[in-house]
């Protein structure tokens, strides 16, 4: 168990780039299953710049990869 003042780690905030090759995934699908509900949606932390969590992306990955071995689709 880790005491409540022990600094936890950084999830880095990942660019789309970065996402893309990550998952394999081009930048039209992404947003296209980003509005379908089924990627993670980015964080804009200013202007017009986009970043992703890479535990979520990472998450989202182990997700496909549990629903190809139990035979659902995820996407």
């Known amino acids: 168990m880790t005491a409540p003042d022990t600094p936890?780690?950084?999830?880095?905030l990942l660019p789309l780039a970065r996402v893309m090759d990550l998952t394999g995934l081009g930048?039209?699908?992404?947003y296209r299953l980003i509005k379908e509900g089924s990627f993670?949606?980015?964080?804009?932390?200013g202007g017009a710049a986009s970043r992703w969590s890479e535990a979520e992306i990472r998450?989202?990955?182990e997700g496909l990869a549990a629903?190809?071995?139990?035979?659902?689709?995820a996407a």
């Open 8 to 12: 936890q780690p950084l999830d880095p």
């Open 67 to 73: 629903s190809r071995s139990s035979g659902q689709s």
């Open 27 to 30: 930048r039209t699908t992404i």
């Open 40 to 45: 993670p949606a980015p964080f804009k932390p």
């Open 59 to 61: 998450d989202w990955r």
